[in-house]
């Protein structure tokens, strides 16, 4: 059985270091191999993108390998629109740290 990948925001990203995680942010900017996303704690992130990486939407999930405690090297992203609740989202991100068990 595959280990989850948990979910966070921007300012759980330090404790997860050397560990695949899933974030979700609004682009705010993407040049070439690299991007910046506003996470859901309004904490900007950088992302260390997949060469065949295409956001195609302004809200996105990265799932990918937290480098430095502030940016992420992506395995792989979802789309998920142009109409996303970041407020509720960052609701469901300390639920799912503070009851683990409930989210695996």
Do not use: W
């Amino acid at each position: 059985m595959e280990k989850p990948t948990p979910r966070v925001n921007s300012g759980m990203l330090p404790q997860y270091t050397n560990t695949s995680v899933r974030l979700v942010g609004k682009v705010l900017q993407v040049q070439g191999t690299k991007a910046i996303l506003e996470a859901s704690d309004h904490g900007k992130v950088n992302i260390d993108l997949m060469p065949e990486n295409n956001f195609g939407t302004q809200y996105v999930e990265v799932i990918g390998l937290v480098q430095d405690g502030r940016s992420i090297q992506e395995y792989s992203s979802c789309n998920l629109g142009d109409n996303f609740d970041l407020g509720n989202y960052n609701k469901l991100v300390e639920l799912s740290q503070k009851y683990q068990g409930l989210f695996q």
